[in-house]
Each structure stands twice: as C-alpha cells, then as structure tokens.
Nanobody, 118 residues
Framework: QVQLVESGGGLVQAGGSLRLSCTAS????????MNWYRQTPGQQRELVAT???????DYEDSVKGRFTISGDNARNTVYLQMNNLKPEDTAVYYC????????????WGQGTQVTVSS
C-alpha cells in the first residue's frame, strides 16, 4: 500500500520559514514527479512546486524566489523549503506523487497545515 507521510507544517510569523517533508513508502511504480500542492477553504487545490525525476523544477509564480523544492530519490522523499512566508501562503499543503509513463498513477498525502500570521 502506497503511503505519503508529510511533516513540517505549523504556525509561523510573516517573514519566517518552514520546511515541509514528504516520504513515500510502498511505491511499486516508477516515479515521474513529486509535487507540492496547497488548498485553502473553498478554493481548488493549486500546484505550488514540481520536481521531476529528470531534474526539472517548476514553481507557481507567487512562490518563485521564496520556495525551493528538492528531493532524495533514494529515500523517495521530497522537501519544500519555504522562506519569507506571507499570510497568503496559509493553506493545507499536500504532497503528490505521479508515476512515470506509461502508467497514470497518482497518490496524495494527508496534508499538513501551514499558517502564517501577520
């Protein structure tokens, strides 16, 4: 059974930093990408950062220059370093794993709350 376990969320003041971690276990397929999404109440889940297994990085515009995604392929772990946090970054952050082609498999973590106070 595939499990994604996230950690590192919490409460921080504006301008502060947090580091999220997500470790995947039970992976039986080849991973194509590991991603971080976030969601606020009443809003759709949005893609924050992507790390593909061939090294491509991509970020949502509002976090560019502040967030950094990185990974440890050997441990199936992905990190999200979040610096200079803003109140609008407050959300539940979800780890996501997508398989490489030709499969179309997607798994989600349970989410971790990040709250940034002004």
């Amino acid at each position: 059974q595939v499990q994604l376990v996230e950690s590192g969320g919490g409460l921080v003041q504006a301008g502060g930093s947090l580091r999220l971690s997500c470790t995947a276990s039970g992976i039986w397929f080849k991973i194509g990408a590991m991603n971080w999404y976030r969601q606020t109440p009443g809003q759709q889940r949005e893609l924050v950062a992507t790390l593909t297994t061939d090294g491509r990085l991509d970020y949502e515009d509002s976090v560019k220059g502040r967030f950094t995604i990185s990974g440890d392929n050997a441990r199936n772990t992905v990190y999200l370093q979040m610096n200079n946090l803003k109140p609008e970054d407050t959300a539940v952050y979800y780890c996501n794993v997508q398989s490489a082609a030709p499969w179309k498999i997607e798994k989600w973590g349970q989410g971790t709350q990040v709250t940034v106070s002004s």
